[in-house]
């Protein structure tokens, strides 16, 4: 199996890390009426636990509301009116408008596949916007929801999408399945709660959309797809969640996942590539490693337990300084990065990670075409 035909599309609204920071130490100031802290207060706290201008310098977005100012006309955030913000409905319905865009525009610029898999955790509305999409194509187009895995929801898609290829016998003679990102992260803060686990998270999440395509058929730029494997850490359920709540989706983050992460990547790997036939000794040293960027905690993690030199992660920590955590876009972007490089030569190995709820630890050994 091969990716190929990697399509995305830049929000529209951008800031700077410190931009960010100034806007959510307003917010929290307002939503919480100067109650715990004031808004240079918590400017200090996001310098103090936030991630640096270092390791993230900017974020996109597509809600339009991160600037300072004008809180009673927001789309999402109007926190003098409402404190934690519009209702999850609302945000759900802002969601599927700009999905819908989204979709619209895709789709304006590559043909209709056999199948599409939607990949998100940030919104869900049904129909959703890659049916109503797909009820455009000339022919039959089969839709697939792969929703709420988070971070690692790459790996699922892949795994649906190679099935739905591979199982003729059941499916008939597909040619190609899009794979198409879009989380909208932004929607899901909360002004409200001023824990530092949350100035964490909001320190790090931006938003992103991406489309890519799997198919049979090996193409001029791409990847080949070599092995996909996944497993849960037991005893580590606790450490991450994402969950519905009456304002929007909230995450709970552990400030031990990067160590959690770290404890079991190596064992993981070994026994992944062992299973697969793999010898991992050929493949590390010459490897590039694509670490989904959850932090930089993560990435120094995996370059740590797994021996690496710096030059083989450094894809991931350029793509959380120009861009944040984009949740499960964030890993296509990376391997379009790794793509589009002209220094990254055909032939290269690519051993990707991605980690979420569960604790799940997902990777794909692919090669660059």
């Known amino acids: ?149 988070g971070c690692y929801g790459a790996f699922p898609a892949l795994r649906m999408a190679s099935g739905f290829l ?70 580590t359920s606790d450490a991450m969640e994402w969950m519905v709540s009456d304002w929007g989706m909230k995450m709970t983050l552990s400030k031990d996942v990067p160590n959690m992460v770290g404890n079991k990547v190596v064992d993981f790997t070994l026994r992944w590539l062992h299973k697969r036939g793999f010898d991992i000794r050929a493949i590390r040293d010459k490897a590039l490693f694509a670490v989904h960027p959850g932090g930089p905690k993560i990435i120094d993690q995996v370059k740590e337990k797994m021996e690496l030199r710096e030059d083989q992660v450094s894809a991931s920590r350029e793509l959380l300084r120009e861009r944040g955590n984009m949740s499960s876009a964030t890993l296509p972007h990376l391997w379009q990065k790794i793509l589009n490089d002209d220094k990254i030569p055909s032939g290269t190995p690519i051993i990707s990670y991605a980690f979420g709820p569960g604790l799940t630890i997902c990777a794909s050994y692919m090669e660059k075409i």
């Open 166 to 235: 591979a199982n003729k016998e059941v499916l008939g003679n597909k040619k190609a399945v899009d794979l198409v990102h879009t989380e909208l992260c932004s929607l899901h803060l909360n002004p409200q709660d001023p824990s530092l686990e949350q100035l964490v998270i909001q320190s790090l999440f931006a938003d992103g959309c991406i489309a890519y395509s799997m198919s049979e058929d090996q193409p001029t730029q791409g990847f080949k797809l070599h092995s996909l494997y996944e497993e849960l850490i037991p005893g």
């Open 1 to 149: 199996m091969y990716l190929q035909n990697f399509l995305s599309i830049q929000p529209p609204y951008s800031s700077t890390q410190e931009q960010c920071f100034r806007w959510l130490s307003e917010a929290h100031e307002i939503a919480q009426q100067g109650r715990n802290n004031t808004q240079e207060e918590y400017l200090k706290l996001f310098h103090r636990v936030g991630c640096s201008e270092q390791q993230i310098n900017q974020r996109f977005f597509f809600t339009p509301d991160l600037k300072e100012g004008d809180w009673e006309h927001k789309a999402i955030y109007p926190v003098r009116i409402s404190a934690r913000g519009v209702s999850m409905q609302e945000r759900h319905e802002f969601y599927h408008k700009t999905v819908r865009k989204l979709f619209e525009q895709i789709y304006s610029e590559r043909k209709f596949p056999d199948d599409i898999i939607h990949v998100s955790c940030t919104g869900y509305i049904s129909p959703s916007a890659a049916q109503m999409e797909a009820l455009k194509a000339p022919q039959n187009v089969t839709v697939t929801h792969s929703y709420h895995m």
